[in-house]
């Protein structure tokens, strides 16, 4: 006797960011950066063009706006970060800060700056092989995505 369909879905299976057997396990893609030299003025431009509203982090150095699923936020760089930052970055969201910056070293990857503590979060800045920077970043919360 054929099985009845059940009239209620099943709740969608979470979606894996990477392997199980990856160096470094990502669990989402935490935000998505711009650096600026002039924060206060680019903001003003995603606001006033897109209507962008802010989000958690707002000061004169940093700009986070409400984004969801994803956080796009502006870096005001200073004039000695921005020897090493490039335009465009992408965070991805690590369980173990240390663990994830131990892997990237022990496969030679390129480090552009090594873990760092901010208010919210650790951070670390590698390198792929095309010079595009990646963050590799822990919430505090144990949030991500």
Partial sequence: MPR??????S?????KRSSVRAAVPVRAIDFI???????IRTRSFYQKLFG???????????????TEPVTFCLNGASPDEEKWMSNAVIA????DI?????????RGVVVIRE????????MAFI?????????????????AG
């Avoid at 709740?11 to 979606?15: E, L, N």
């Avoid at 962008?52 to 409400?66: C, I, L, R, T, Y």
Wanted: glycine residues 4%.
């Fill in 33 to 39: 950066m711009f650096n600026s030299r002039d924060v």
């Fill in 92 to 95: 991805f969201a690590v369980d």
């Fill in 127 to 143: 390198e792929d092989p095309d010079h595009n920077q990646i963050c590799l970043h822990q919430r505090k919360n144990g949030t």
């Fill in 52 to 66: 962008f509203s802010q989000g958690e982090e707002w000061h004169k150095g940093w700009s986070e706006f409400d």
């Fill in 11 to 15: 709740a969608p299976r979470p979606k």
């Fill in 4 to 9: 009845k369909k059940s009239s209620t879905p």
């Fill in 115 to 122: 873990p760092y503590e901010t208010r919210v979060c650790w």
């Fill in 98 to 106: 240390q663990a994830a910056f131990a892997a990237c070293v022990k």
